[in-house]
Nanobody, 126 residues
Framework: QVQLVESGGGLVQAGGSLRLSCAAS????????MGWFRQAPGKEREFLAA????????YYADSVKGRFTISRDNAKNTVYLQMNSLKPEDTAVYYC???????????????????WGQGTQVTVSS
């Protein structure tokens, strides 16, 4: 089992950048593929990016491709989401998640993830 804690959210102007971090507890972090999602009020949870356990593979939603970058540091038990060129429509609560499913596929469906953090708020002002 793993516990996830996100940080790094806040208020930023449009065009700005933020880097979110997700710190994981436990000694098995490097065995999990990880994902980032977000959820705006009244909307479904939206997939953003995923990264394999080794960091060798990544997968992005079209809506953030070229603006967001997912990375991980297994020595620090942390996964990151670098967000650039932020837009007001990026305003949401951002979540990291871990999946125990390792079949050579990175997942975009929330139901494929087993563990979730509590979320961190990102607000982008126009």
């Amino acid at each position: 089992q793993v516990q996830l804690v996100e940080s790094g959210g806040g208020l930023v102007q449009a065009g700005g950048s933020l880097r979110l971090s997700c710190a994981a507890s436990g000694r098995t972090f490097s065995s999990y593929d990880m994902g980032w999602f977000r959820q705006a009020p009244g909307k479904e949870r939206e997939f953003l990016a995923a990264i394999s356990w080794s960091g060798g593979s990544t997968y992005y939603a079209d809506s953030v491709k070229g603006r967001f970058t997912i990375s991980r540091d297994n020595a620090k038990n942390t996964v990151y989401l670098q967000m650039n060129s932020l837009k007001p429509e990026d305003t949401a609560v951002y979540y990291c998640a871990a999946t125990t499913r390792r079949f050579g596929v990175l997942y975009s469906l929330p139901l494929k993830y087993d563990y979730w953090g509590q979320g961190t708020q990102v607000t982008v002002s126009s």
